[in-house]
């Protein structure tokens, strides 16, 4: 197990950090992730992801006078290929980060967080992004999450880049919006290597 206490003398920056971060060169746990979309307003001509990861036994404190200690994070872009109109996949490795000693403390061992999605109509700027994400839990359990949007906003015109997380209990919208929603669903399938 490795010490969450950091050395005073010892101040490395968060992007510092991340260059020492190793991909694993053999990963042994593929999961295939499906990402669905069902009943929507329209087309999505960009789907985009990826999957973020923490070695969450160590810690390190890049601004010693703040003293707030980080845990090492990384992201790792997925690729989706178009199966039909509504339909992705995405291949993602529970093992993708070499665990390893990156601090001189011990070995960080790294955890699969989350996989993170967002689509869009047609990739500007102006377009919401219906963001999707499935927790760890979830994905070892190869368990389906499906996310619930309104309608009535897409494409979306927000020169501020606005993204909506939906919901994944659709009682939470309004009964004059329960016709007028679309889902999202991802669904983590386990792979031979």
Not at 162 to 178: C, I, L, N, T, W
Request: proline share 8%; aromatic share 10%; hydrophobic share 35%.
């Amino acid at each position: 197990m490795t010490s969450d206490k950091s050395s005073p003398d010892s101040a490395p920056s968060t992007a510092e950090m991340e260059a020492k971060y190793k991909r694993n060169p053999a990963p042994k746990q593929p999961y295939q992730i499906v990402l669905k979309v069902a009943d929507a307003p329209g087309p999505f001509a960009k789907v985009e992801g990826f999957a973020s990861y923490e070695a969450t036994e160590c810690s390190y404190i890049p601004d010693p006078i703040a003293g707030v200690p980080l845990k090492p994070g990384s992201d790792i872009a997925m690729e989706f290929s178009k199966v039909d109109e509504s339909t992705y996949t995405a291949t993602i490795y529970a093992d993708a980060m070499l665990d390893e000693d990156y601090l001189g403390r011990g070995i960080c061992h790294w955890r699969l967080m989350s996989v993170n999605t967002w689509v869009k109509a047609t990739g500007a700027k102006t377009d919401i992004s219906y963001v999707a994400t499935l927790w760890s839990d979830d994905l070892i359990a190869q368990k389906v999450r499906t996310n619930y949007y309104v309608k009535q906003a897409y494409p979306g015109n927000d020169p501020d880049e606005f993204s909506d997380h939906g919901e994944v209990d659709r009682s939470k919208y309004k009964p004059e919006f329960q016709d007028q929603l679309f889902t999202i669903s991802l669904t983590p399938k386990a792979r031979t290597p």
